[in-house]
């Protein structure tokens, strides 16, 4: 076994421990011990994927795969974004000022970059899958600034760190589900790999991320605050 296969199996060995946690984590009850000790495993699970992606990305350059180096090294990117953000939402969560300090912006800057780059390697190449998901990057990177301008906004919001977290965490899961089905999976059972295969196991965690965020948005939406009932109401003229 050379090197590179030893990297791709440890690779890929993190990768089921990661999507193995992420429903484990997802499933559990939020807040208690085994969701966070499992959540815990499962980034650190997805911090390997990035440890061992990103050697892998410079072999495929190295190898003249100029193209497959470039998405997958911007998967690298956006992977270690939502690594760090549902890590630090966390940790800061009694500061919006320190969550959104230099390596957040760092972090927005890098995502903001690669999802530009990636979109114009798809259009140069005719590739609809890196045109279509750049906008990963540059929406995310886009918010990310956005959030660190509003920072004092931010943190006035209830709960701002458990939403920053539930859609970091998501975000991990599309790069979790992505590579399962659009790399893994064929491999497996090169019998289903085929086109829709293909743009199904790349797009469909995105739209299914987009569905639970709008669920986790609405679960979580402060609640407006109701008068008592003995209040005077408004008289009209």
């Keep these: 076994m050379t090197a590179y296969q030893m990297l791709v199996a440890v690779h890929v060995l993190v990768g089921v421990v990661a999507l193995v946690t992420f429903w484990t984590a997802g499933l559990l009850r939020k807040g208690t011990p085994a969701h966070r000790n499992t959540g815990s495993v499962y980034l650190l699970a997805m911090a390997g994927i990035v440890l061992t992606g990103a050697p892998m990305a410079i072999v495929r350059w190295v190898d003249g795969h100029g193209v497959t180096a470039a998405f997958l090294g911007y998967l690298v990117v956006i992977t270690s974004t939502g690594v760090w953000v549902s890590w630090r939402a966390i940790r800061d969560k009694a500061s919006a000022v320190r969550f959104t300090g230099p390596v957040y912006v760092v972090f927005a800057v890098l995502s903001l970059l690669s999802g530009a780059g990636v979109l114009a390697l798809g259009m140069k190449v005719g590739a609809p899958l890196l045109m279509g998901f750049s906008s990963v990057g540059l929406f995310t990177g886009a918010l990310m600034l956005r959030r660190r301008v509003q920072r004092e906004r931010l943190g006035a919001k209830p709960r701002w ?9 998501i975000g991990n899961g599309i790069a979790t589900h ?8 064929p491999r497996l059972l090169p019998s289903v790999d085929g086109t829709v295969l293909h743009y199904l196991s790349w797009f469909g965690p995105l739209a299914m991320a987009i569905v639970a965020k709008l669920v986790l948005d609405r679960r979580w939406k402060p609640r407006p605050a109701h008068a008592p009932s003995g209040a005077p109401r408004p008289q009209h003229a």
């Design 161 to 169: 760190w458990m939403v920053e977290h539930y859609t970091a965490m």
């Design 178 to 185: 992505i590579a399962f089905l659009g790399i893994g999976l």
